[in-house]
T-cell receptor
Framework: AQRVTQPEKLLSVFKGAPVELKCNYS??????LFWYVQYSRQRLQLLLR??SRESIKGFTADLNKGETSFHLKKPFAQEEDSAMYYC??????????????FGKGTKLTVNP | NAGVTQTPKFRILKIGQSMTLQCTQD?????MYWYRQDPGMGLKLIYY???????DKGEVPNGYNVSRSTTEDFPLRLELAAPSQTSVYFC??????????????FGQGTRLTVV
């Protein structure tokens, strides 16, 4: 079964501080992992995906298969990063790619 | 290019009433999804579809029905609305992996209140 766990419902940091949003997953094959973000009054949108190995808005995330984690990190948080962040998983090339499963989300607040 | 469009944006239903949430996408995506978003509970998958004529249950299908007669449309039907169905509903679509794309695109959501 596909499962995504985000242990923190709320995360509050000050501007300029590092931030890490945790994501752990359960999947028997090789998954594809994503981070989606929902800013206030906007629709969910893709932030980044592990296969791209890219940095978006200063955020990075590394897939750690040994720890089954895909934590989202940013070295210096900005107030505009305040949003709801969701980790998501789908199956990889071996199958199970139809379902797209999300975690419960972490609400990040960056204080001035 | 409108992307994923959901209607209505807001709706209040009385207990026992029925309604259909509409979702249409113009990106020719084969996969479509319905999620509900409850505070502190994240996004829960209700139903999904991998193509016209094919639908499957997600995590929380009870009380809902779907159909997929065309590639573009994926309506969600609520029969006999209950207060537990008060939520924000999101429709999403994505291209199947075999077609090269995995990013999901979301609608703006439908806020439903059952009283």
């Amino acid at each position: 079964a596909q499962r995504v766990t985000q242990p923190e419902k709320l995360l509050s940091v000050f501007k300029g501080a590092p931030v890490e949003l945790k994501c752990n997953y359960s999947y028997s094959g090789s998954p594809e992992l994503f981070w989606y973000v929902q800013y206030s009054r906007q629709r969910l949108q893709l932030l980044l995906r592990h296969i791209s190995r890219e940095s978006i808005k200063g955020f990075t995330a590394d897939l750690n298969k040994g720890e089954t984690s895909f934590h989202l990190k940013k070295p210096f948080a900005q107030e505009e990063d305040s949003a709801m962040y969701y980790c998501a998983l789908t199956g990889g090339a071996q199958g199970g790619s139809e379902k797209l499963v999300f975690g419960k989300g972490t609400k990040l607040t960056v204080n001035p | 290019n409108a992307g994923v469009t959901q209607t209505p944006k807001f709706r209040i239903l009385k207990i026992g009433q029925s309604m259909t949430l509409q979702c249409t996408q113009d990106m020719n995506h084969n996969y479509m999804y319905w999620y509900r978003q409850d505070p502190g509970m994240g996004l829960k998958l209700i139903y999904y579809s991998v193509g016209a004529g094919i639908t499957d249950k997600g995590e929380v299908p009870n009380g809902y029905n779907v159909s997929r007669s065309t590639t573009e449309d994926f309506p969600l039907r609520l029969e006999l609305a209950a207060p537990s169905q008060t939520s924000v509903y999101f429709c999403a679509s994505r291209q199947g992996r075999s077609f090269g794309g995995t990013e999901a695109f979301f609608g703006q959501g439908t806020r439903l209140t059952v009283v």
